[in-house]
């Protein structure tokens, strides 16, 4: 579409206690380091609120409002109520990302979705490896454990090594820029 910039969709994926966020809140700052600006969905099953109960932003949108934004000079939010919606949306939720802000999109979870991702297998979470879902839209699988894949694997606790892999397959998916 003209007018609209693609941020690159990448999602990290796995079994419940397998380690997506304790990998993403050591990845997170070793891309910024690398000068990528990243974000993230983060998907859960919880009945979640940002909100407080008590404050005005949250007795205002518990009145009633679809839509609220609370700002303030460090971070605004933006919380959308979708009672409605039968299931979430990931390209609907990217697209509320500021693509000016950011060169990738990380994604906590979504595995079933048609975006690239990387698996992340430990031996001890009491899956097999034929339970993994390797389908063409994995890139790699970060394991603790060497697995005969047809994708590169990544070493789960190799920080580092998972940051490179990002950063190649980020320079191998960027838009061009206009002329």
């Given at each position: 579409?003209?007018?609209?910039?693609?941020?690159?969709?990448?999602?990290i994926a796995?079994?419940?206690g397998?380690?997506?966020?304790?990998?993403?809140?050591?990845?997170?700052?070793?891309?910024?380091?690398?000068?990528?600006?990243?974000?993230?969905?983060?998907?859960?099953?919880?009945?979640m609120?940002?909100?407080?109960?008590g404050?005005?932003?949250?007795?205002?949108?518990?009145?009633?409002a679809?839509?609220?934004?609370?700002?303030?000079?460090?971070?605004?939010a933006?919380?959308?109520?979708?009672?409605?919606?039968?299931?979430?949306?990931?390209?609907?939720l990217a697209?509320?990302?500021?693509?000016?802000?950011l060169?990738?999109?990380?994604?906590?979870?979504?595995?079933?979705?048609?975006?690239?991702?990387?698996l992340?297998?430990?031996?001890?979470?009491?899956h097999g490896?034929?339970?993994?879902?390797?389908?063409?839209?994995?890139?790699?699988?970060?394991s603790?454990?060497?697995?005969?894949?047809?994708?590169?694997?990544?070493?789960?606790?190799d920080?580092?090594?998972i940051?490179?892999?990002?950063?190649?397959?980020?320079?191998?998916n960027?838009?061009?820029?206009?002329?």
């Amino acid at each position: 579409m003209a007018g609209q910039t693609i941020i690159p969709l990448l999602a990290i994926a796995a079994w419940s206690g397998t380690g997506k966020t304790t990998l993403l809140k050591k990845l997170i700052p070793a891309l910024c380091a690398s000068g990528v600006r990243p974000g993230l969905i983060k998907h859960t099953h919880h009945n979640m609120d940002v909100d407080k109960p008590g404050k005005d932003s949250y007795e205002l949108r518990k009145a009633g409002a679809m839509q609220t934004l609370v700002a303030s000079q460090q971070r605004w939010a933006l919380m959308t109520e979708t009672p409605e919606e039968a299931e979430l949306d990931l390209a609907y939720l990217a697209n509320q990302m500021d693509a000016s802000k950011l060169d990738l999109v990380l994604v906590e979870g979504f595995k079933h979705e048609t975006v690239a991702k990387i698996l992340l297998f430990r031996q001890e979470c009491g899956h097999g490896v034929d339970e993994l879902a390797v389908d063409e839209h994995v890139i790699a699988i970060a394991s603790d454990v060497p697995l005969d894949v047809s994708v590169p694997v990544l070493d789960i606790n190799d920080i580092p090594q998972i940051a490179t892999f990002v950063l190649d397959w980020l320079k191998g998916n960027s838009s061009p820029s206009p002329e």
